[in-house]
């Protein structure tokens, strides 16, 4: 045995033995690291310990009940994309019973942000889904509900000052790279339009950096064009759109880091202004329409449900009802075209 990591457990030699079908005393030597135990053997105690753990887990959940919070500004399209992901994971997260609140809004506002975690820290909560502008007066909020014992995991876009458990949704930078390798691949030659919602989304703020990094050593010759603090809001990003491709006339490539696609293509087409390429985030209902119809090349994707499910999770280890530690884990960021669409998205 030597060289091999002992077996971590907090169970009985006995359990153990029940739960492997092994004999106690092969057991024993595993945990203890004596020789003469077979590899296989080990892995058999080490099937045996996961299981206790898992069903360990299951009875500490049973009869809680979880009260949490969706914080979040963004477009409805993509808020309603959250709502329905964080409603279709509720059930996997029996035996505990988990209720969620939503507290929404389209226009990013630091100060009504905070009035909103004020409200939800003196209602009581037992964590907080937060997806708000990186600001001192909601950093000073989420360390407020730290110090109330109510953890805040953020969703999409992280605020890494502050006083948050962990951040849930994929690596920014690694996304906007991704972005500047699908537009120096494509047709498009010119300069390209990159839209944010907000400046202060540190999340879009990432995408931004990793783009413009990439786009610089893929396609040197191109200028990137920001926009910005249209709330990736049709009306907004029309009119911000609009100006831009009046005062830069060889903008030929979107990327849109914030929303707004819609009104951004409307944009084109009324300045009879030709894409060579268009780059999205997010399968919501308009982002799955504009891909199936070919109007935007591609979006760049993640598993929301999944992100619903690890933020609920984390709440719960936060809170200790499950083993380890909240962490952040960065989601893989997947290239959909018209062709590989996820079937959940698939138009029917």
Known sequence: MSGVTPVPHRHKVREIAQQSGLSEATVDRVLHER?????????????????????ASQLRLVGRTFLLDLVMQAPERFSAAVRSALEAELPALRPAAVRIRFHLAEEADPAAMAGMLR??????????????????????????????????????????????????????????????YLVARSAASGDVLVTLSRSDFRGEEQRVEGFVEALRTLAPGRDVVDLTDTDGLDATTLRAVQEALVAHPDVDAVYSVGGGNRATLDAFARAGRTLGV???????????????????????????????????????????????????????????????????????
Not at 35 to 55: H, K, M, N, S
């Open 35 to 55: 020789p003469g135990v077979r590899a296989a053997t080990v892995a058999e105690v080490e099937r045996a310990v996961e299981e206790l753990d898992r069903q």
């Open 119 to 180: 409200k939800v820290r003196a209602k009581g909560s037992h964590g907080v889904l937060l997806k708000a502008p990186d600001h001192p007066a909601v950093e000073a909020e989420v360390a407020a509900l730290h110090e109330a014992g109510i953890p805040v995991v953020t969703l999409v876009t992280d605020l890494p000052g502050s006083e948050r458990r962990a951040y849930v949704g994929i690596d920014n930078r690694a996304a906007g790279a991704t972005a500047a």
């Open 278 to 348: 268009f780059v999205a985030h997010d399968l919501d209902d308009d982002n799955t329409e504009l891909l199936r119809t070919r109007r935007i090349s591609y979006v760049l994707h993640h598993d929301l449900r999944a992100d619903a499910r690890r933020a609920c999770r984390l709440v719960m280890q936060a809170h200790r009802a499950l083993p380890g530690v909240p962490s952040t884990v960065p989601a893989q960021v997947q290239v959909v075209t018209p062709y590989n669409q996820p079937s959940a998205f698939a138009p029917t």
